[in-house]
């Protein structure tokens, strides 16, 4: 947006003030190798530029994806401190999701 205040705006500011920190975080998730020792088969961010790179920028999708998983972990938060556990179904899980609103 002009004003710079769209939920992708703010994802995208966010995206690119990340540094070396945040790779060393991001690269420490990924496995170490996999089934067929194939090292390509795990994207590795190795350059400081990996945040702040215009060519590999945060899509559109990027910004549903990862408040998709964040409703979903807001949802199951939700769900464990209503009941005081950690059972809750799917169809539970779901509801609670629908039910999410944020920005």
């Known amino acids: ?22 790779i060393e975080y991001y690269n420490c998730k990924q496995p170490k190798n996999n089934t067929i020792n194939d090292p390509e088969l795990y994207f590795k961010a190795e350059t400081p530029e990996f945040f702040t790179s215009k060519e590999i920028a945060p899509t559109s999708g990027a910004v549903f994806n990862y408040d998709s998983a964040i409703a979903l972990g807001l949802a199951a938060c939700q769900l464990h401190e209503e009941r005081g556990d950690a059972y809750f179904n799917g169809e539970d899980l779901f509801n609670r999701f629908t039910m999410q609103s944020f920005q």
């Open 1 to 22: 947006t002009d004003d710079g205040d769209s939920g992708y705006d703010r994802f995208a500011k966010a995206w690119y003030e990340q540094g070396r920190e945040n």
